[in-house]
């Protein structure tokens, strides 16, 4: 079973890409490949993931763990279940500094206090010392951001990082990362499976599906004139989405049928079961990626065949 299969995607430095898809098509696993923190029946069966001009891929795992949280860090969708339950956030913190740098103690206290103001805290040293248990679920994202940025790393991925939020909190944390990117010049690939956290933050967005990009393009252009069936779907549902009025009778729109199961996926594009402009050749095999203009690469027949 392949969850994610034959994807190619480049990152630049100090951007931000937005790998957009419904739950279930492989962004999380895409994620976790490029650290190689897959579950331990996972492998990736070839290919690379080119850092530079380093293979992670290659590495030993010892070489491997001096570039994770140092060069390359992860920003956790759930910060309740990534944070040690049992140490102060301070500590953990320092921890990641302590593993990379070569700092006294009280220069690490002094950064991770450093840190969590830059991340918004009011009174950095009474988080310092409180337990994940005791903050808040925006607070507890705040801590994981700054353990994320610690070692200014040059890549941050942010793992559905506001899919436990309500909106106001998504709002902050967009805005966090958006200052952190400005400031610091760290590139981030920011996983969601709602298209509105990519507005004025994402320079690019990839469109996912069943385990493939299907779409690529700038923010603005994905969401003004999406081209693939599935991406015009997603910002269809988000538009549907955006403020109604109130006490009104609404009917969101909805993608009709099921995401297919990874172990037993369709012949041919692997959407044609759910798309409405579906034409024969769609089911015989699958579309390569098309140019309709330039940059914007999209597989789907309805550009060519």
Partial sequence: ???????????????????????????????????????????????AVLFGDRDLLAMSESKLRDIRGREISVVPQDPAVALNPVVNVGSQIAEVLRAHLPMRTTE???????????????????????????????????????????????????????????????????????????????????????????????????????????????????????????TQALVQIAKSTIAPAPYARTRFAAIEGDSPDPSRLPMGCRFHPRCPERMEICSQRYPQAFLPEPSRPVNCFKYGE
């Fill in 1 to 47: 079973m392949r969850a994610v299969d034959d994807l190619s995607l480049a990152i630049r430095e100090g951007e931000v890409v937005g790998i957009l898809g419904e739950s279930g098509c492989g962004k999380s696993t895409l994620a976790n490949a490029i650290l190689r923190l897959l579950p331990e029946h996972a492998d990736c069966e070839q290919g």
């Fill in 108 to 230: 690490r206290r002094a950064r991770v206090l450093e840190l969590l103001s830059e991340v918004g805290f009011d009174r950095p040293a009474e988080i310092y010392t409180a337990y994940p248990h005791q903050l808040s679920g925006g607070q507890r994202q705040r801590v994981a951001i700054a353990q994320a940025i610690s070692c200014k790393p040059a890549l941050v991925i942010a793992d559905e990082p506001t899919s436990k939020l309500d909106a106001p909190l998504q709002a902050e944390i967009i805005s966090l990362l958006a200052k952190i990117r400005s400031e610091h010049g760290i590139a981030i690939v920011m996983i969601s499976h709602d298209p509105a956290v990519f507005a004025g933050f994402a320079d690019r967005v990839a469109v996912m599906y069943a385990g493939r990009i299907v779409e690529i393009g700038t923010t603005a252009q994905v969401f003004r004139d999406p081209l693939h069936p599935y």
